[in-house]
């Protein structure tokens, strides 16, 4: 299974940008997807995650400002930030838990590579 991540930049505060993370290969089934990310000197942080069923979490610092979605068809997950701000800055990482045979029930994490977001003030 692969994540690819798309949609970073740089941005000024006040900006938006939309990340998009798309999975690929043998895959039966995806339940959560989020966005994790870590800025310098810090640990990968939960940004916000999303159900199978489309039910939605965030950490509080993005509330009211991002959103997340998928495709379920597409087994793609985006991330809508909006009102950037510089505290934003960080590589930002999707995760996707995927079982990838109908033969065995187990699933497993994925992640895809990091999407630098940059936010200058």
């Known amino acids: 299974v692969q994540l690819q991540a798309s949609g970073g930049g740089l941005v000024q505060a006040g900006g938006f940008l939309r990340l998009s993370c798309a999975a690929s290969g043998t895959i039966f089934r995806i339940l959560d997807m989020g966005w994790y990310r870590q800025a310098p000197g810090n640990q990968r942080e939960l940004v916000a995650t999303i159900s199978s069923g489309g039910g939605t979490s965030y950490t509080d610092t993005v509330k009211g400002r991002f959103t997340i979605s998928r495709d379920n068809g597409k087994n793609t997950v985006y991330l809508q930030m909006n009102s950037l701000i510089p505290e934003d800055t960080a590589a930002y990482f999707c995760?996707?838990?995927?079982?990838?045979?109908?033969?065995?029930?187990?699933?497993?994490?994925?992640w895809g590579q990091g999407t630098l977001v940059t936010v200058s003030s």
């Open positions: 995760n996707a838990v995927v079982r990838t045979t109908i033969l065995s029930p187990s699933y497993n994490p994925y």
